[in-house]
């Protein structure tokens, strides 16, 4: 199953307002339905990719009966989620690393929705009905609850002092769609983030042979791959050493249209397999990220998200 989506802000904090919403704070972290209907715990990312073996602190989750949780599993650093300090952790399968990773900085899975429970499916109530069945269950260690709150206003102020990402709106007599965008969750950040695929690369300047940049593109509704920008600043240490052994050389462009030749001058391409995080601050008229921070690479999407008119 993949988990239900939100819907984009029209604008910055341009959140829908009144009694028939409810607010969470929008996590910065991996999303992953906890999944306890089978035999044993499985961890599915929203590409429905196993990551179990990355998390072995969620092991606990297994005692809550036959049901399917909805959550994101974040990590900490100085006091808030930081999906840098995460980015380490989503590739590991090796179970003894993993272990050791999670002895010294444990993840928390923060989960804010319930699809089914001791077998029986939920995703047919409303919201407020599944945050109640919800609000009711023993959770393990490693493992919060999301809170709800009932003023957007008050949350998207509080969650921009403390740093947090930005606020979720849910309509409380939705249903869980799953798989689906919905306007009935509508979301909103404080840092405007997106995945991109990498559709090409250029070195270092200096001739090192180390990355210097990438070229980010982004699918439009008619599946054309779109240019988006390039991005040095965040390629360091272990993501450009990932990112060295991920790219597939290839001998032409993959993007369906014409890359600036000032961003294309030296430019190396690969297949669009490789997704990565950014940051950025906003998006010009004609659709490019300005001043773009690849924050680490996503194993948990299989495409980016949409291009989108800016």
Same mark, same amino acid.
């Given at each position: 199953m993949e988990p239900m989506l939100a819907t984009p802000a029209p604008q910055?904090?341009? #959140?829908?307002r009144g009694p028939a919403w409810a607010y969470e704070v929008k996590w910065d972290g991996v999303r992953a339905l906890a999944d306890t209907t089978g035999t044993a715990l499985r961890l599915w990312s929203r590409n429905e990719r196993d990551v179990t073996p990355a998390y072995p602190e969620l092991a606990g989750l297994a005692s809550v009966p036959a049901a399917v949780l909805d959550g994101e599993i974040v990590l900490l650093a100085g006091g808030v989620p930081s999906f840098a300090a995460l980015a380490e952790r989503m590739h590991v399968r090796d179970a003894r690393r993993a272990a050791a990773l999670a002895r010294r900085q444990p993840?928390?899975?923060?989960?804010f929705d319930v699809l089914r429970l001791d077998g029986v499916d939920l995703t047919d109530r409303s919201y407020d009905e599944r945050r109640d069945v919800l609000g009711r269950?023993?959770?393990p260690e490693h493992v919060q609850l999301s809170p709800t709150y009932p003023d957007g206003d008050d949350l998207w102020q509080v969650t921009r002092e403390h740093g947090l990402e930005g606020v979720v709106a849910k309509r409380r007599t939705s249903t869980y769609q799953a798989g689906r965008r919905s306007a009935d969750w509508v979301k909103s950040a404080h840092v405007r983030t997106r995945t991109a695929v990498v559709g090409g690369w250029r070195e270092e300047s200096t001739g090192t042979g180390r990355l210097g940049a990438l070229m980010l593109g982004a699918y439009?509704?008619?599946?054309?791959?779109?240019?988006?920008?390039?991005?040095?600043?965040?390629l360091t240490g272990p993501v450009a050493q990932d990112l060295?052994? #991920?790219?597939?050389?290839?001998?032409?462009?993959?993007?369906?249209?014409?890359?600036p030749a000032l961003d294309a001058r030296g430019a190396r391409w690969c297949d669009p397999l490789v997704v990565v995080d950014t940051r950025y601050l906003n998006r010009t008229p004609d659709g490019r990220l300005r001043q773009p921070v690849i924050r680490g690479i996503r194993t948990d999407a299989a495409a980016a998200d949409p291009w989108e008119q800016p």
């Open positions: 910055v904090g341009a #959140l829908p993840v928390s899975y923060l989960v269950l023993a959770l439009d509704e008619h599946g054309a791959l779109r240019f988006l920008g390039r991005a040095g600043s965040g060295g052994r #991920l790219l597939t050389a290839r001998g032409s462009s993959p993007f369906d249209d014409e890359v």
